[in-house]
């Protein structure tokens, strides 16, 4: 009995701690601190699409979000790339970002994966929506069109 209660305990910790956005410093692509809460988006929704430089779903999702960003525009929605290479391969990110012409994201580095530990996020590509700080979405991986059920949500849930 003392096993299901402690069990209980952890996952019932990890639901309410997954209810907003934590407030955790990560570094920008220029190596400066930022905190977290300065990435929400004033206007509607932010999307934080966590990904890294070996991840080839999570750079196709990018990739494909990108190619439609004018719709992305349109929609006043805020996209947040954070990058959860580490220090070994860290220094893939910018010629990658430069070279796939990801100007509409803000790219921030989770290089401790602080944020990504206090996410409970074990697996990337990993999108989270919010509004504000209330996390009002998540999904796991990727598959080619997930972008565009990522979009409708977006649209439904911006007023």
Known sequence: MKKIVFVLFLFGNSLISQEKFPEIFLKTINGKPINSKTTYNDDGLTIYSFWATWCV???????NINLEIEKWKEAKVKIVAISTDDSR??????????????????????????LKRALNINGIPH?????????????????????????????????
């Open 89 to 114: 391969t860290k220094r893939r990110i910018r010629p990658l970002i430069n070279g796939k012409k990801w100007d509409f994201f803000d790219v921030l580095i989770d290089e401790n994966h602080n």
């Open 57 to 63: 779903p999570c750079i196709n999702e990018l990739d």
């Open 127 to 159: 999108t989270i929506v919010t509004k504000g700080r209330n996390i009002i979405y998540r999904k796991i991986g990727y598959k080619p069109g997930d972008e565009n059920n990522l979009y409708d949500f977006v649209l439904n849930n911006s007023d």
